[in-house]
């Protein structure tokens, strides 16, 4: 089945550590994204790529990284600069930049 | 600036119509979405609409586009208790999706 696969599903990060979330999708789609879901408030936009090789900054970039080597896959790495990382993480991918956007399951991030 | 506005909660009985509404600030949105999430889960595209039509309708679902008030709805007819979750309306607008905090529908019997 085509989709969009996220992992793992629930993360650990210690302090002063980097850790990176996994986003894999088979939709031969061009454009990916990373979203930020806190309790209670909607999505907001962490990073997306229109095509390989090439990525922009969203509203919340600060503290995090991404790469989009294959148009398969663009992984997050959330960095010890983001101070506050406890959140729910949702990729998503469509054909197009502008075009719907299908969502993997998250990646739900919690501090030790 | 942008900014999509829904109400926090819904509560119908199993078997009525469930209405939820948005508006949203950008006139130039190419597509409106509607999506729904359930518990620990990501989001599930239900429907969209397209700025220059006012209404779609599919099967169960029920979209309506005012676009001189910049409101949006959406009207599941016979609703059922797995249509409990939250429900997130979303505007396009270039390169990036702006999102409602979310409607959480709850559906008693």
């Known amino acids: 089945d085509g989709g969009i696969t996220q992992s793992p599903k629930y993360l650990f990060r210690k302090e002063g550590q980097n850790v990176t979330l996994s986003c894999e999708q088979n939709?031969?789609?061009?454009?990916m994204y990373w979203y930020r879901q806190d309790p209670g408030q909607g999505l907001r936009l962490i990073y997306y790529?229109?095509?390989?090789?090439?990525?922009q900054k969203g509203d919340i970039a600060e503290g995090y990284s991404v790469s989009r080597e294959k148009k398969e896959s663009f992984p997050l790495t959330v960095t010890s600069a983001q101070k506050n990382p406890t959140a729910f993480y949702l990729c998503?991918?469509?054909?197009?930049?502008?075009?719907?956007?299908?969502f993997g399951d998250g990646t739900r991030l919690s501090i030790l | 600036g942008e900014d999509v506005e829904q109400s926090l909660f819904l509560s119908v009985r199993e078997g009525d119509s469930s209405v939820i509404n948005c508006t949203y600030t950008d006139s130039s949105s190419t597509y409106l979405y509607w999506y729904k999430q359930e518990p620990g889960a990501g989001l599930q595209l239900l429907t969209y609409?397209?700025?220059?039509?006012d209404m779609k309708q599919d099967q169960r679902l029920t979209v309506l586009l005012n676009k001189k008030d910049k409101h949006l709805s959406l009207r599941i007819a016979d609703t059922q208790t797995g249509d409990s979750a939250i429900y997130f309306c979303a505007e396009s607008i270039p390169h990036k999706l702006i999102f409602g905090t979310g409607t959480r529908l709850q559906v008693f019997p």
């Open positions: 790529s229109q095509i390989v090789n090439d990525f």
């Open positions: 998503a991918s469509s054909d197009r930049v502008d075009q719907p956007q299908h």
């Open positions: 609409i397209f700025s220059n039509m």
């Open positions: 939709l031969n789609h061009d454009a």
